[in-house]
């Protein structure tokens, strides 16, 4: 776990006006081409961050999503960019704002960790190392 901890850190280092915590990207079953990766975003600066996409090596395409309402159901839909304001925290989670991985290349497997970038508008660039995990085990 400190290890974890030691590579997000030293990751971090260019780009803290954005801190990136507690990352993880959803276990999938191996017949599943899409993913998710949710976290938490904190701007520690007076300015407002946006993330306009991300970047990742897992699947074909990487895309920024957000669940919305569409005729009485939830549907997820891309969007182009997540906002986090001055001084505020921004969560990344299920039924809400993702990461979304599409044409999975490989299998995600609880255990292992995945490189994942978010691309600022400034042109920033925050990279993240994150976990693969079940969100069933994780439900309460
Ligand atoms: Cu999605």
Redesign the pocket.
């Known amino acids: 776990m400190k290890f974890i901890i030691l590579i997000l850190v030293s990751y971090n280092i260019f780009a803290q006006n954005l801190i990136v915590s507690k990352p993880y990207i959803r276990e999938v079953p191996p017949t599943s081409k899409n993913s998710?990766a949710f976290m938490k975003l904190k701007n520690t600066t007076d300015k407002s961050i946006i993330i306009i996409g991300a970047k990742s090596d897992i699947s074909k395409a990487v895309?920024l999503?957000n669940h919305t309402l569409v005729n009485g159901m939830m549907k997820?839909r891309q969007i182009k960019e997540i906002l986090v304001p001055p001084k505020s925290i921004v969560e990344l989670k299920p039924k809400s704002l993702?990461v979304?991985f599409i044409g999975l290349k490989d299998e995600l497997r609880e255990g292992n960790s995945h490189k994942l970038s978010l691309i600022q508008k400034n042109g920033n660039e925050v990279k993240i190392i994150a976990p693969v995990k079940s969100i069933k085990r994780h439900r309460h």
């Open positions: 998710a895309e999503h997820m993702h979304m």
